[in-house]
């Protein structure tokens, strides 16, 4: 007899899991007992199989409940599109009809997509069953796919194609359509920052002419969501604590194909932080003893992120101490009148609850330990809601994740709790070309570079990087590795190792070397780093080093280029500068000759008719001479400090950033010195509203030998990496040739120096009326340094041993170009010596996509 409605009551909850399927129940008016079970229309699936899978069995009794069990079972396992049931006397009959099963699941026209990444977006599967719901669930899921890289236009319809034995194969037709740009992003409701520095913050960009290199333009539904926090800790960093939201919506405009976001905001007043105390209602702990931990202080401008850094501090001092389970807790106190908030951090026992378990998900590439590293807490310890959260942080600065989400669940008893760590994971590995033009002295032409970076090798962690630059008369090579946590601790150990080749100086330059490296944190804002270095280095060209070419006029011995008699007589008998009986000759001396470079005698007149090749020496006799002694090499212990509070390492616009080192070299190798040196540069927001910045900047130098002379070659050699408007050499000691009357000859030889002193003030600020997203950037800035002292003083021809300052001033065009950094600056000299070398004009940039 037909069971309508049973029929009827089941229909509504099968419809909602397959659309279109249908079943009809048939049963006995009253129960039976049931004396065998028949499958009918089943062609894969075995009889057995089907009959296991029922709440009916042989000897049973049944009634219409367990006929509806029985069509929830089947209908359950997704093999069936149709189920029926009846009973006809004692015989139970089931009649299916098996979905069909999919053979291949193919894409077609994509290419933006590739079909790896559409099949992470289905749930239809090879050797699964074809559900005709599943598949057009499948459809929104591509959609979903290409409109988060940017193409909300993108059409899918999915068929399917019949083939033997009742089997199908899926294919979904694909129309990528055009990229959606984003029109344009508006804010309504901002009056302490303008438009502009509010697109600065977030990370959505307007589309522009270079949108195709930046892909910065894409609209995501997560994106705007991460915006409106961003925007949020912006506010709240600098004292808008009633800041809010009131909406944020992208607007698709189909005939443009074009999303309008729109930010609307209530900015509230701004605060200053009032009186800032610490309670602790914990016996032993007294609040008072810990005001030096808090990042807050009164008068300062409100910043939700000094409070949460103060919390953490507060909490590791007290969980030092043996309070564990200790909670701080800040409240404030809001005065409307004077604009300020007054914190109070309470220290009391919080309750006891331990971590049960820390479990990891989403990670396919990182391993767990490495997720797990950056918490300060684990299995069994305190539950610390303040240090879950800094973990939390952590790992979004890894730069491994799209997205890190930490939850809690409940344990196995009252005072467990399950620290669920969710992750997105990204892209960390770069291919990297360079290019540019640099300019500052002999190493002036095109340069390039290219390199693979991998910032989480192996899903380990690790930084690995291989690199090679090319440049007119450079080659270099070089392999970096770090481990940032060596031997299980916050301890970043790594090694380099390089080559080098310069053929732009007046002599060739090899290096080969490396360092071994260990860096640690000494507070969350102090960092230390010990080395070991070791460098081998050649002057000179693969002949033995020449120092100069000279042909014989039967009289001396001449220089081709300047016409000045470079020989003495009694070179005349040497094997270097051999008699050619008054034949024009060019001839080349080495190390081993006398020195060809002591003149004797002013100009001379004439020309070398057969002298083809350039010369290949240096005109300082201090130089040739260190080069008749390489190779060198030099083994060193170096150790540094640095103290960090930039708010940003890419682009600072508030924080500290200074660090003091030095280099003992003696271990070995030809060189003892000690070299100091130390730099640091302050970063301030001048006027928030228009994103000026000001750096104020200062370094210095000393190195000294001991044990033996300080090579040259150790020396520092500085110019415009110190003063702009000169060039790379430009400053500081120098010798000259000297002619018959005691005069210098040329622009001189750098010999470089022994000390050096630096200090520079800048402003950076947007360019007006050319849009923030093209990122451009202007720069006004002061210079003023020196380099001076050398042990060479007494040699002829040495100048710029004294402690004479130089200074410049000038402006700069900065563009954070898609291709990288770029920069150009134009510097005026305002103090200079006149046997500098200057360079007004300077620019370089190195690029990566």
């Known amino acids: 007899m037909l069971r309508a409605a049973s029929a009827l009551a089941l229909s509504s909850t099968v419809l909602a899991t397959s659309v279109g399927a249908s079943f009809l129940i048939v049963g006995a008016a009253e129960a039976a007992v049931v004396s065998r079970i028949e499958v009918r229309g089943n062609q894969r699936v075995e009889a057995d199989t089907i009959r296991n899978l029922l709440a009916i069995r042989a000897g049973q009794n049944i009634g219409d ?245 103060s919390l953490v501090a507060l909490t590791n001092r007290v969980a030092a101490n043996g309070f564990a389970f200790a909670q701080v807790t800040p409240r404030g106190d809001r005065d409307f009148n004077n604009r300020t908030i007054s914190v109070n951090y309470v220290i009391d026992q919080g309750p006891r609850a331990y971590i049960e378990r820390l479990e990891v998900r989403g990670n396919t590439k990182t391993r767990d330990y490495v997720i797990r590293r950056e918490f300060d807490v684990s299995e069994g310890d305190a539950f610390n809601q303040v240090l879950v959260q800094r973990a939390k942080q952590r790992l979004e600065r890894l730069g491994f994740f799209e997205k890190v989400n930490i939850s809690t669940a409940p344990g196995s008893e009252p005072d467990r709790v399950v620290v669920i760590v969710d992750v997105q994971e990204k892209s960390t590995g770069e291919f990297s070309i360079g290019g540019g033009y640099t300019t500052g002295g002999e190493s002036d032409g095109p340069v390039a570079e290219i390199g693979v970076t991998e910032r989480n090798f192996l899903g380990r962690g690790q930084f690995i990087k291989v690199s090679a630059g090319f440049g007119t008369d450079t080659r270099s090579y070089q392999l970096s590795f770090t481990e940032p946590y060596f031997l299980g601790r916050r301890l970043a150990a790594g090694f380099d190792i390089y080559t080098t080749k310069n053929t732009s100086e007046s002599y060739d330059v090899e290096r080969t070397g490396g360092d071994v490296r260990l860096a640690a944190p000494i507070t969350t804002e102090l960092t230390g780093q010990v080395a070991y270095n070791f460098k081998s280095e050649k002057f000179g060209d693969d002949n033995g080093v020449s120092i100069g070419r000279a042909y014989y006029d039967g009289t001396n011995y001449i220089d081709p280029n300047t016409n000045l008699v470079v020989a003495r007589p009694v070179l005349e008998n040497s094997t270097a500068f051999p008699n050619y009986n008054g034949e024009f000759k060019s001839v080349e001396a080495t190390c081993g000759d006398p020195d060809p470079f002591q003149l004797v005698s002013g100009a001379r007149t004439g020309q070398a008719t057969d002298f083809t090749n350039a010369p290949k020496f240096t005109r300082s006799r201090i130089i040739n001479a260190a080069i008749c002694e390489s190779p060198y090499t030099t083994s060193s212990v170096s150790y540094a400090l640095t103290y960090n509070t930039l708010d940003s390492s890419n682009d600072p616009h508030n924080g500290i950033l200074a660090s003091i080192g030095q280099e003992v070299a003696g271990l070995g190798g030809d060189a003892q010195f000690l070299k100091t040196t130390g730099k640091a540069s302050y970063f301030k927001q001048l006027v928030e509203e228009y994103d000026v910045v000001g750096q104020l900047s200062a370094g210095g130098g000393n190195v000294f030998g001991f044990g033996q002379d300080l090579r040259v070659f150790d020396n520092f050699f500085k110019g415009q990496d110190i003063v702009r408007g000169f060039e790379t050499k430009g400053l500081g000691p120098r010798q000259f040739e000297l002619d018959a009357n005691g005069n210098r000859v040329g622009k001189g030889v750098a010999i470089g120096g022994e000390n050096y002193l630096n200090a520079s003030a800048e402003a950076t600020f947007p360019l007006p009326g050319i849009s923030r997203d093209f990122g451009f950037r202007g720069a006004v800035f002061a210079d003023a340094g020196t380099l001076f002292g050398t042990e060479f003083a007494d040699e002829p021809g040495v100048v710029g041993d004294d402690l004479k300052i130089r200074a410049s001033a000038g402006v700069g065009l900065i563009w954070a170009s898609p291709f990288g950094p770029l920069r150009v600056n134009y510097a005026y000299p305002i103090l200079k010596e006149e046997y500098d070398r200057t360079q007004q004009l300077s620019f370089g940039f190195s690029t990566r996509f």
């Open 65 to 309: 409940a367990d006929i509806d069990e029985g069509v929830r079972k089947l209908y359950s396992t997704g093999l069936f599109s149709d189920v029926k049931i009846s009973q006809q006397g004692g015989t139970v009959v089931v009649n299916v009809n098996e979905n069909q099963i999919v053979n291949q699941v193919l894409f077609q026209g994509n290419s933006k997509l590739k079909d790896e990444q559409l099949r992470a977006a289905v749930q239809t599967s090879a050797r699964g069953a074809y559900s005709q719901a599943t598949a057009d669930s499948d459809v929104q899921g591509i959609k979903e796919a290409y409109t988060r890289i940017g193409r909300s236009d993108a059409t899918v319809s999915v068929r399917t194609v019949p083939i033997e034995n009742n089997r199908v194969n899926v294919v979904f037709d694909i129309n990528e359509g055009d990229r959606t740009k984003i029109g344009q992003i508006n804010f309504v409701g901002n009056n302490a920052f303008s438009d502009g520095r509010l697109k600065e913050v977030i990370a959505l960009r307007e589309s522009g002419i270079l949108s195709f290199l930046q892909r910065n333009d894409v609209y995501d539904d997560d994106r705007l969501r991460a915006d409106e926090e961003t925007l949020r800790r912006f506010y709240f960093n600098r004292g808008y604590a009633d800041f809010r939201i009131v909406s944020a919506t992208a607007d698709l405009d189909a005939a443009q194909n074009k999303y309008f976001i729109t930010f609307t905001v209530e900015e509230g007043e701004r605060y200053s932080f009032g009186n800032v105390n610490v309670d602790s209602a914990i016996p032993g702990i007294d609040g008072q003893a810990l005001q030096g931990e808090l990042k807050t202080r009164p008068g300062d401008v409100y910043s939700a992120q000094k409070i949460e850094e």
